[in-house]
T-cell receptor, first 114, second 114 residues
Framework: DAKTTQPPSMDCAEGRAANLPCNHSTISGNEYVYWYRQIHSQGPQYIIHGLKNNETNEMASLIITEDRKSSTLILPHATLRDTAVYYCIVRAPLGGGSQGNLIFGKGTKLSVKP | EAQVTQNPRYLITVTGKKLTVTCSQNMNHEYMSWYRQDPGLGLRQIYYSMNVEVTDKGDVPEGYKVSRKEKRNFPLILESPSPNQTSLYFC?????????????FGDGTRLSIL
């Protein structure tokens, strides 16, 4: 799976949009970009994923650049409950023998402040 | 509500006393997996299961056993727990083993082995 690079920490004001960047310059054409978050030792929570097109769901939007070398997770109106560590994961297609394990890096610690 | 349920959430026990951590999912998922999370080491996969009666080792299987007798359950068994198995454990599941399938995690089980 391709390596990802994220800033270690970010702050965001409550009610504003939180834009979390992720670089994945070695991504292959068939690798998906996934975002998870973990709120203080709770189970990682799936947020969104995409391959080429931008994606939106009830939690967030995912913007993937045209060359697919970077992406941005957008939380449109951050709340205090969005304070968490956010992980960007690039996931390769799985062939025979693959474990299916997700490789979590260090992520970005997002602090939403009142 | 779709969910992955782990029990117990917290357990303090002593070296050598067999214990089982249960994991159950209500989404009819084929793929299930166990991870442990330790400070500075991220999440590491212990065992995974592609379907009923199909299990395989992950990256750190030593000291653990699993079984998959029915689709919804994937218990993690520590036959003779040792202090180095003190950790935060997460069970995860997905529809099947595919890169376009998000994994959903339980809330975690914090084990302390004295």
């Amino acid at each position: 799976d391709a390596k990802t690079t994220q800033p270690p920490s970010m702050d965001c004001a409550e009610g504003r949009a939180a834009n979390l960047p992720c670089n994945h310059s070695t991504i292959s054409g068939n690798e998906y970009v996934y975002w998870y978050r973990q709120i203080h030792s709770q189970g990682p929570q799936y947020i969104i994923h995409g391959l080429k097109n931008n994606e939106t769901n009830e939690m967030a939007s995912l913007i993937i650049t045209e060359d697919r070398k970077s992406s941005t997770l957008i939380l449109p109106h951050a709340t205090l409950r969005d304070t968490a560590v956010y992980y960007c994961i690039v996931r390769a297609p799985l062939g025979g023998g693959s474990q299916g394990n997700l490789i979590f890096g260090k992520g970005t610690k997002l602090s939403v402040k009142p | 509500e779709a969910q992955v349920t782990q029990n117990p959430r917290y357990l303090i026990t002593v070296t050598g006393k067999k214990l089982t951590v249960t994991c159950s999912q209500n989404m009819n998922h084929e793929y299930m997996s166990w991870y442990r999370q330790d400070p500075g080491l991220g999440l590491r996969q212990i065992y995974y299961s592609m379907n009923v009666e199909v299990t395989d080792k992950g990256d750190v299987p030593e000291g653990y056993k699993v079984s998959r007798k029915e689709k919804r359950n994937f218990p993690l068994i520590l036959e003779s727990p040792s202090p180095n198995q003190t950790s935060l454990y997460f069970c995860a599941s997905s529809q099947h083993l595919g890169s376009n399938q998000p994994q959903h995690f339980g809330d975690g089980t914090r084990l302390s082995i004295l």
